[in-house]
């Protein structure tokens, strides 16, 4: 084999190098230089981005006070049908069974009509903080897409999923600031209810 056509073979891979590292020179550096890791995998914990968000704090602040304001008015329809209940079984010993029957059957559909009423609420207090989640997720999916193509990387992976990563892929925190600093609480942001 001609010794400059091995010469040129061996350079044609290194030169391949070359090009690619000063072409990846420039992309790491920019990550550098905002404080991303340099990874091809980022890792995300979605928990914590939204509970330790300025916006999923105000939410979870928000859904636990109506949460304790559900819980309370549950206790006073507790108090007032339990003093009810107390009422009608003093008056069991003085009437006919049959209007007592009556009474019963409408106290009874009563108090279906609370528990009902108040698992509805319950469940559309869950909804929203679902929903709330959802709006969180589609408002701060440009700011991860940015912080994905700042950093280089290829694929931002939920942390909770990876079986094994180093501490330095996971972004969750300059992604919380990112976001926080973007949308803040993003009480004007979301949909106003009922449009």
Known sequence: MDIGLLKFLRQGPLRALCVFLALMGPV??????????EAPILTISSDRLFSESAFGQRVIREIEAEGA?????????????????????????????????ELADA?????????????AKLEAL?????????????????????????????????RSSVFLSSDATD?????????????????DLEKPKGK
């Not at 790491?28 to 890791?37: E, F, M």
């Not at 008015?73 to 069991?92: F, G, H, M, P, Y």
């Not at 106290?107 to 279906?112: G, L, N």
């Open 69 to 101: 304001a559900l819980a309370a008015e549950n206790e006073r329809i507790v108090a007032e049908l339990s003093r009810e209940e107390k009422e009608l079984t003093q008056k069991r010993a003085e009437m006919d069974p049959d209007a007592f029957r």
């Open 171 to 187: 972004i969750t925190d300059i992604a919380i600031a990112r976001i926080d600093a973007a949308i803040g609480d993003g009480r």
């Open 28 to 37: 790491a550096g920019h990550a550098q230089q905002l404080g991303l890791p």
């Open 126 to 158: 869950g909804a929203r903080g679902e929903e709330a989640r959802g709006t969180f997720l589609q408002l701060a999916r440009p700011i991860l897409v940015a912080l994905l193509h700042d950093s280089g990387a290829g694929v931002i992976l939920e």
């Open 107 to 119: 106290f009874d559909r009563k108090v279906q009509s609370h528990r009902d009423g108040q698992r």
